[in-house]
């Protein structure tokens, strides 16, 4: 292959320094050193691309981290044939990579999976107190062309505002990375307990909390937004996902738009008890949504913290069972009758079997009356948004008229919201 000036160009674009462990650049490097008899300039693409595979499977495991089995990502091989290098005539493939980063124990393989059409299951070992900026090869390790911005304007021709919306935003990483460093220790999501449809058994959710690891998923979570390496989907209710809005709340005073105007964020305060109201007759807890009020009052009513209620109860609107006695209770505290009614629109599932339609059951109707809302008016703004399930951010000097849009919005379905701005 011919070398361009073109083709050079090409390649500086695609690296980018990035924050990598200090134990694994030093790990590989102290490896490489004594091991192999290569030059300098040999050594260092050595080392450069066993950092870049070590983040690679990194950066799978955190993409996949909610649907891991065993704590293994499965990596088809297919995927790691880009990781070679050929070094005096050498040729040094991803599986003596592999090889060389088990053997410094920065990463573990399960073979034990490999069967029939399964890949093998890695997992890395990770010490996150410190990090050494590297050059990598974004587009090697992130995937950035898999599925382009041009991809996702074909496959939801009818939200080609948002997508083109999110592209308009960035992080500001060296910002966000010392807050967190200085904020480490903080709760960042407190601990809840969540129904598992797939078990039908409650689990406990654990409490998030800023350590070096969080800190360094949090990191290469806003690393892909800075790369362009972006995702988005839309559900069968409206609501429209993307890589923003499954970012911790943490980030979101670092988010900076091209305009580089200050940014403010509007959210309908307890959204999805709000959106119940349009389905149960209930003066009292209506009166209580509409005023942004409902956790508080069956926190007042049992003589707990807000948070305490919220994150043991917020789940009751996307689980088809009925209401714990322990939430009906909380409940009845402050709104006697609600919960019979809330129950009355559940369906649980018998002998494991889903007895009714998606768009019958609560979850499904609560999040399309959100969706019909939010991303129906983000789509109808002249400027750059970012949709965040039941919150919209927004340049501040729109902010007055997205609100006066959003409360259209919700007097249509007969709702007078608390809308609540947030200065980022």
Known sequence: ???????????????????????????????????????????????????????????????????????????????????????????????????????????????????????????????????????????????????????????????????????????KIEDYLAWMQLNKGLTVREETKRFNKSTNKVQTVKAEIL??????EFLI?????????????????????????????????????????????????NAQPLMLTTIIEDDKFKKSCENGKYYDDIAYANKLERKQVKSNMFTIFFEDRHITKKNRELIESAFPGLTDKINALKSPKVHGVQMKQDNELLWFKLQSIESSIFVKTALATKTPVLVRHDSIIIDQKFIDQLEKELREEFAKIGLNATLKINQL
């Open 211 to 216: 350590d070096d690891e969080k800190i360094y």
């Open 221 to 269: 979570d806003a690393l892909r937004i800075n790369i362009e390496s972006l995702w988005f989907a839309v559900s069968s209710t409206g609501r429209f996902y993307n890589s923003f809005s499954n970012l911790s709340t943490t980030v979101l005073p670092f988010i900076t738009a091209k305009s580089k105007n200050k940014l403010v964020e509007i959210d309908a305060a």
């Open 1 to 171: 292959m011919k070398i361009t000036k073109k083709t050079k160009t090409k390649q500086k674009q695609n690296k980018m320094k990035t924050k990598i462990p200090t134990t694994v650049v030093t790990s590989v490097t102290d490896y490489v050193n004594n091991n192999f008899d290569y030059t300098p300039n040999q050594k260092q693409k050595l080392i450069k691309i066993l950092a870049e595979l070590w983040l690679f499977i990194y950066n799978k495991e955190t993409c996949y981290k909610n649907t891991l089995q065993h704590s293994y990502v499965r990596i088809n091989s297919s995927e790691l044939l880009k990781f070679k290098l050929n070094i005096s005539k050498c040729n040094i493939c991803y599986a003596k990579l592999i090889d060389m980063l088990q053997a410094v124990n920065l990463i573990i393989v399960n073979e034990s999976y490999e069967v029939g059409k399964f890949s093998k299951g890695y997992k890395t070992t990770k010490d996150f107190s410190t990090f050494t900026d590297l050059d990598i090869d974004i587009n090697k390790v992130f995937n950035t062309k898999i599925k382009s911005k041009k991809f996702y304007l074909k496959q939801f021709p009818e939200h080609n505002k948002l997508i083109n919306d999110a592209y308009q935003f960035k992080i």
